[in-house]
């Protein structure tokens, strides 16, 4: 009886790390972000297993953005649907969706849909601009690892150009999602 429990109980545990998608926990992603992309550097990570998320705060002079990764297991809440990856899944277009909507009605600020590529990919995202207060913004969703990742970087560009700016905020972007979709890749020859 005693060893019919403890046989149990390994896979019992492996059921409860519900944080476990794809072979990932939370935490797992969020050391793959790098500490510096372009003008950011991260100053906070954080991860939450009971809510299968995780959040980096990066900022930089004039600068400052957050990428959000939230995982749904499809056990958990009932109608609820694995995450596709990639910028076709329901949630990752309600989201841009939400962010058209949202910098479309700030006063000043003009929001145009557009997409950023990273590796052989493409994510959606919307980019706005303040131009009197002269604030760039850009939000991209996609899914990537049966999770959803937001990245919102904001550039002020008194200091710059915009298009420089523009450029700033797309690259990192998709070094975001880059980092993160390089994780799912298997590993190289000698590794």
């Known amino acids: 009886m005693v060893l019919l429990a403890a046989a149990i109980t390994p896979l019992h545990a492996q059921e409860a790390d519900l944080d476990l998608i794809q072979g990932y926990r939370s935490s797992d ?14 100053i906070n990570r954080t ?15 004039d600068a400052r953005a957050i990428v959000s990764i939230t995982g749904v297991r499809a056990s958990n809440v009932a109608g609820m649907y694995p995450v596709r990856d990639g ?17 479309s009605t700030q006063p000043n600020q003009i929001a145009v849909r557009t997409n950023v590529s990273y590796g052989n990919r493409a994510m959606a995202c919307v980019s706005s601009d303040d131009p009197q207060k002269k604030d760039d913004f850009l939000v991209c969703a996609t899914g990537v690892l049966g999770r959803y990742m937001l990245i919102q970087p904001v550039m002020n560009y008194r200091l710059s ?23 799912a890749l298997p590993p190289g020859p000698g590794n």
């Open 29 to 42: 992603i969020l050391v793959g972000l790098p500490d510096t992309s372009g003008p950011f550097t991260i």
């Open 47 to 61: 991860s939450d297993a009971q809510n299968f998320s995780a959040t980096a705060e990066y900022a930089g002079v």
């Open 87 to 103: 910028p076709d899944d329901p949630v990752v277009r309600s989201l841009l969706d939400q962010a058209f909507q949202y910098h």
């Open 161 to 183: 150009s915009k298009g420089v700016v523009d450029r700033q905020l797309a690259d990192f972007a998709s070094s975001m999602a880059q980092a993160v979709s390089e994780l």
